[in-house]
């Protein structure tokens, strides 16, 4: 429940200030009830992205945990960070039950579209009943704040 507390009130965490976001998400996932597993390429480690890139990620990670929680409970979820060609990869998987037809474009979802864009990246999102859901994001890591990109980042690249 602290991370809906946190994303509600959009706390900025101090360890993402701090130590940036793969030790960022390593602490959320920790904190989380069903399990999560990080995944990031070495070259992450330590390294950190500009402050934008970094709070636009993060947040999707955390909204995509929370919706995870709170719509599969029971799933595993596996939360994916890389860089490559200049352009930072954050995927979230779970197994869960996933979800019929359109998923429309809730508060979280738009949220998620909106911070991403503001970044100069792209979202996309996939689930279907009985194989999970992925929300995967993909920003420039030179990525101008506040212009999206001509081309969409292809987010599908994540696989």
Do not use: C, W
């Not at 597993?37 to 993060?58: K, N, Q, S």
């Not at 947040?59 to 995870?68: G, K, R, S």
């Not at 979280?108 to 999970?132: E, F, I, K, T």
């Amino acid at each position: 429940m602290f991370a809906l507390q946190e994303l509600a009130r959009g706390i900025y965490p101090s360890v993402l200030a701090d130590r940036g976001l793969l030790a960022a998400l390593r602490t959320q996932a920790a904190r989380m009830p069903l399990p999560v597993r990080i995944e990031a390429d070495d070259g992450l480690a330590g390294r950190r992205l500009d402050p934008e890139v970094e709070a636009a990620l993060y947040f999707v990670a955390l909204e995509a945990l929370t919706n995870a929680q709170k719509h599969a409970p029971l799933a595993q979820v596996t939360v994916r960070l890389r860089e490559d060609g200049g352009v930072v990869r954050l995927e979230v998987a779970d197994d869960g039950p996933g979800i019929a037809g359109d998923h429309g474009r809730g508060s979280g979802l738009q949220n998620m579209y909106d911070r991403v864009a503001a970044a100069g990246g792209a979202l996309d999102v996939r689930s279907a009943p009985g194989h999970g859901t992925r929300i995967a994001a993909a920003i420039p890591t030179e990525a101008v704040i506040g212009t999206p990109v001509a081309q969409p980042v292809d987010a599908d690249s994540l696989r």
